[in-house]
């Protein structure tokens, strides 16, 4: 697989040596002294990502930023430097950089923030392609009268789901869907959109967590001509673009204050204005948001505007757990045999019993994401007539562990997930939860080769959530 390319320019030499060491296992890296190195590199190399210090001997790493961002296919830049001010962010953020960092560098938090850029980038480049396959997911799940059809599941719980769906779908209320990662939030969202009567390209989906506060303002909203550098013509924003049918906001407790004051007035005016410009714009845009995070205690610190609160959380749906749907397990199971059978061009191979009993017996903290990449794994790995336990993930095997996972995935729920994980734990007197946790952190990050972001994905934990546990390692 083609990794991501990463430019970094500084004039210390352990500097940029130090860094290429941290982060070339993520992205292919290259590295240069000055604008004249960093220059060559930039026209000889398709470089998607530049980091780059204010200060490169005698130079200025503004004049660099200036000349990466005339390329045909400028990077994504980011600013360090260890002289670091507001004043100094807000030149470089005005003059295309896409975000600033000051030094003594974390790493952890560079690689994340490169992570991030990257993300945005790519959402920006291909906005095109993603409505085309917004415009593809409607097409391929059918008519109106079918779209629940993706929500598969019998249990009672999700039939609370499916008549929720059905009774509110007709309407325009505002919907605010809750879960742990891994559910279904999504899906759900498709589900209502299906059935709404808007149209059928109308859906159109932002996922807020993966862009910077700037670039969401304008992915969302728009920007006129020449509102910042780089826009270099007029952009209709997601709102504008969903103008008719209906706009899935996911990750929405990630929001900054700012785009939270004009996500506000959307919902209160159904009104935009685009970056650069004090015109309002009336939209008809029906808003679905998802989060796996309790926006009431985020209000209740502060941390998420309690007017926006009420205006989202008109209609609730909270997804279900895959824990508490076990009786939709094989069902699930069978249904993503089927696909990843097609998709790999394999015979669809039965699940042997014993290999459904570790199924039905794990905790999955994961949810069904995760139940479903145990199955595409378990495919994948069967040159057998059946699919059978050795085929399976290995961390199916250790379910006690996974207990530590599921009582982690749960944190950002609310208390009463937590209450819940608590008083099933508490039968085990000699169970120290703390320990354990912190053992399987150590094991995942052992397994990933201290890969964070692989390593919260098997912990079935937010990279965040990972990060702020690994402060409490001994």
């Given at each position: ?88 962010a ?38 095109v ?36 769906v ?13 879960g ?11 589900a ?56 899935f ?13 004009k ?12 970056v ?14 998802a ?184």
């Amino acid at each position: 697989m083609t990794s991501s390319t990463l430019l970094i320019v500084d004039d210390e030499k352990p500097t940029r040596d130090g860094l290429r060491m941290a982060l070339e296992e993520h992205f292919d890296c290259y590295v240069a002294a000055d604008i004249k190195e960093a220059m060559a590199v930039l026209k000889s190399e398709p470089i998607d990502l530049l980091l780059t210090d204010l200060r490169l001997a005698g130079d200025s790493g503004m004049d660099l930023l200036d000349k990466a961002l005339t390329l045909p296919q400028p990077p994504v830049a980011i600013m360090m430097t260890a002289y670091g001010s507001v004043d100094t962010a807000v030149e470089a953020m005005r003059r295309g950089a896409w975000n600033f960092v000051t030094k003594p560098l974390n790493l952890d938090s560079v690689e994340l923030l490169l992570k991030r850029a990257l993300q945005s980038r790519s959402l920006e480049k291909h906005n095109v392609r993603l409505e085309h396959e917004n415009r593809e997911l409607r097409e391929k799940s059918g008519s109106q009268k079918h779209g629940l059809d993706n929500l598969i599941g019998k249990s009672h719980a999700m039939e609370q789901v499916g008549a929720m769906v059905n009774q509110i779908a007709p309407t325009r209320a505002t919907v605010l869907i809750e879960g742990e990662s891994g559910t279904g939030k999504e899906l759900v969202a498709h589900a209502i959109h299906q059935l709404s009567g808007r149209p059928a390209d109308k859906l159109l989906v932002v996922n807020c967590a993966a862009l910077s506060p700037q670039l969401l303002e304008s992915e969302l909203f728009g920007h006129e001509k020449g509102a910042f550098t780089g826009a270099t013509q007029k952009r209709l924003g997601r709102f504008e673009q969903a103008n008719g049918g209906t706009i899935f906001l996911d990750e929405i407790g990630e929001i900054d204050q700012a785009t939270q004051v004009k996500l506000l007035r959307v919902l209160s005016e159904r009104t935009i204005e685009r970056v650069g410009s004090n015109k309002a714009v009336k939209v008809d845009v029906r808003v679905i948001t998802a989060t796996n995070k309790n926006l009431r205690e985020m209000v209740a610190k502060g941390d998420f505007r309690e007017d926006l609160f009420f205006r989202l959380n008109v209609v609730r749906i909270l997804m279900p757990t895959l824990r508490e749907r076990a009786e939709d397990i094989v069902l699930l199971s069978q249904a993503f045999l089927k696909e990843f059978s097609l998709e790999n061009s394999r015979e669809i191979k039965p699940l042997s019993d014993a290999a459904l009993a570790l199924l039905r017996s794990y905790p999955w903290p994961g949810n069904v994401r995760e139940l479903r990449t145990a199955i595409e794994h378990g495919v994948v790995m069967s040159n057998d007539p059946v699919i059978d336990v050795k085929h399976l993930p290995s961390f199916l095997h250790h379910p006690r562990e996974s207990a530590m996972k599921l009582s982690s995935a749960s944190e950002d729920i609310g208390e009463a997930a937590i209450e819940k994980e608590e008083k099933s734990l508490a039968s085990e007197d000699e169970f120290n939860l703390h320990e354990l946790e912190m053992q399987t952190i150590k094991r995942a990050l052992e397994h990933t080769g201290n890969n964070r972001t692989d390593a919260a994905r098997i912990l079935g934990i937010s990279r965040r959530t990972l990060q702020r546990k690994l402060k409490e390692l001994p």
